[in-house]
């Protein structure tokens, strides 16, 4: 097993579990990625996800090398699982996704850390876009980084192939929280709670019109937020939580 995913109350848990290989992506990596994933969506009860990996060296060292170094064979042909692990990497997750990132997280890790939309690192992690050094390009969001991060930086990053430590990447604004090794996931399962603990529908609303704000033009993102009050106002979840603060108590949502 590559990849392993269970839930933890509300909070849906996928696991990269090949650190002989630094859990380096390959077919049986992605099927479990897009398994878990998948899972989780489907859960009415998960409402955040996690995604980590096992030990402390690797999240993920992105592609394994085998597939191109040691092939003389075009690309695979086209898999739903591969499809599905594409809509991630372009669109994200349909629930909020947080990386606990446990160690180095490069090339398609790297790229896999971008498609959350909240992370925790380890003050020992590393990440960059090593693809040049290799022949290849960073082609599963590595050339969107001037989007998050400034554009002189984003260029240093992905034409040096020279990776940022943890601090580094908190100052850039691409982590959240740095911390001891050893609390990476109970800090990431931290967050995820306190996002969990919220309106479902207001959560899904609200990260629907920032990723508009980051995405669209100011008045297509204005629109847009314009048309989402009105039925978030008549939603059941702003009842019962107007009803929980009056109340003092905490919200039951449905």
């Not at 992105?62 to 191109?68: A, C, E, F, I, N």
């Not at 100011?218 to 048309?227: H, M, P």
Request: charged letters at 20%; one cysteine or more; aromatic letters at 4%.
């Amino acid at each position: 097993m590559t990849v392993t995913h269970h839930t933890e109350g509300h909070v849906g848990l996928i696991t990269l579990d090949r650190p002989e290989k630094r859990n380096a992506l390959n077919a049986a990596m992605i099927d479990g990625i897009v398994h878990g994933l998948l899972a989780h969506e489907e859960n009415p009860e998960v409402r955040v996800i996690v995604l980590t990996a096992t030990g402390e060296k690797a999240f993920c060292a992105g592609m394994d090398l085998t597939r191109v170094g040691g092939s003389t064979e075009g690309s695979p042909a086209p898999r739903p699982e591969t499809a599905t692990y594409l809509r991630l990497i372009q669109e994200g997750s349909t629930k909020p996704l947080i990386a606990a990132v446990n160690g180095t997280a490069v090339a398609g890790g790297f790229e896999l850390v971008l498609a959350c939309d909240l992370v925790i690192a380890a003050d020992h992690a590393l990440f960059g876009l090593p693809e040049v050094a290799r022949g290849l390009v960073a082609g599963a969001g590595g050339t969107f980084l001037p989007l998050r991060i400034p554009r002189a930086v984003a260029f240093e990053l992905a034409l040096t192939a020279l990776p940022i430590n943890a601090a580094r990447a908190y100052e850039l604004g691409l982590v959240n929280r740095v911390v001891p090794g050893d609390a990476v996931l109970a800090s990431a399962l931290e967050l995820a709670h306190a996002v969990a603990a919220n309106s479902p529908n207001a959560v899904r609303v609200t990260r629907g019109l920032l990723r508009d704000a980051s995405e669209l033009a100011t008045a297509e993102a204005w629109e847009r937020v314009n048309a989402a009050i009105p039925g978030v106002l008549e939603s059941p979840d702003a009842r019962e939580g107007s009803r929980a603060f009056l109340e003092k108590r905490p919200a039951n949502w449905a």
